[in-house]
């Protein structure tokens, strides 16, 4: 699999078009499902503006997967369900015009679970997708279909969207780079909303410099989002081998039942090699992380049923011809949505209901602040935290679907990082036979350059990197 520089290079030897034609030959022999709408004709010819206009850009001529609930101009954004049947946006996302400026060529629109909603990638109305290193295994989700695509040799780059772990937990399933920044740092103009306080797009890769590569393009302040902060910088700079006096956090709590054992090892062998190298760790202590999980599905269920009200068959997508707007709007919400949209509306409404608000929502967002002040007091003592970014490593396909909660729990490791705001990266650590183990670096608030620099230097003294290019 190839980087973005050995990519560049060979578009300059040989063209852009000749690039994009072997991935889009990838793509249409895979019987990954990483696609729901393959982007040929537009991708092609966009290649050859870009061989005729001499590569310019820092991403020009590169191919570029897009999750499909990132709003893209003339290209169907399904969010993975039936209610957005047909539909075209008539606008970029921020992130694409700024991948459009850098010289990147979208290749197509990555599958995903359902309006994002769910941990495996199954829940999509175009079926699940699978993991390229054992296709009887989930690629994690929500963005499974932009992990699988960088795994399995479909796309160099991708991006996707961090609800409660949507990027870092496919990620780690499919061995693959993934960065969920701080929130605000990437504009969510142009990202259909599933709960606006808690999600951000973040980028996929086979490497952290070629993620870095991607943050440096798509970072930056959007007057159309007003929670977009300016905080524009080179993080590829930060990409340092060195770790020498970084101060390490174990948060014990990461590590709790339920944890498997290679898992355990993997990530505990990955600090060790840190310290080995000039780094130092202790513990600290997250005493609220044990209520993230319940906290986060009571604010992430309550945002998605207002976020998904507009979703009513009379503007676009889904229609059916009835007499009166009720009728129209409850029959198209019945036979667009999946069972489990349709389950965190349900529940997401009852939690904002009269009577229930106070009790749910806000005691919800009550919890949350105990957790960020969790974040702040254990970032006085040391510069980044280490955890495990999922409890285990890629389940099968069909084992929790049928059970929502066992789902939900498989978030333990990622939720709390999105109820605090504060940036985490996952990569390859170690392997549990031959599926791959994640760890997640998490920093302060806009301190993306520590973890960059703690994940660099760690994946340039170890091989697990490039281990997974022989996976598919």
Known sequence: ??????????????????IVTEYLEIIEKSKLNAFITVAKESALLRAKEIDSNGHEGPLAGIPIAIKDNISTKGIKTTCASKILTGYIPP???HVIEKLKNAGAIIIGKANMDEFAMGSSTETSFYGPTLNPWDTTRVPGGSSGGSAA???????????????????????????????????GVISRYGLISYANSLEQIGPFAT???????????????????????????????????DVKGLKIGVPEEYFGEGTDKNVDRSVRDAINTLEELGAASVEVKMPNTKYALSAYYVIAMSEASSNLARFDGMRYGLRTE?????TTFSRVRAAGFGEEVKRRILLGTYALSAGYHDKYYLKALKIRTLIKQDFERAF????VLIAPTMPYPAFKLGEKIDDPISLYLADVDTVPINLAGVPSISLPCGFSGRLPIGMQVIGKHFDEAAILRTAYTFEENTDFHTRQLEGY
């Open 322 to 326: 009835d007499s009166d707007w009720h």
């Open 91 to 93: 606008y970029d996302a």
């Open 1 to 18: 699999m190839a980087s973005i520089n050995e990519l560049k290079e060979r578009i300059h030897a040989d063209s852009s078009v000749e």
């Open 149 to 183: 695509a960088v795994a399995g040799s479909q796309a160099p780059l991708s991006l996707g969207s961090d609800t409660g772990g949507s990027v870092r937990c496919p990620a780690s399933f499919c061995g693959v780079v993934g960065l969920k920044p701080t929130y």
């Open 207 to 241: 490497s952290v410099r070629d993620v870095t590569t991607l943050f440096d393009v798509i970072a930056g302040q959007d007057p159309r989002d007003s929670t977009s902060v300016n905080r524009e910088a080179n993080y590829s700079s930060a990409l340092i081998n």
């Open 380 to 383: 006085k003592d040391v510069d």
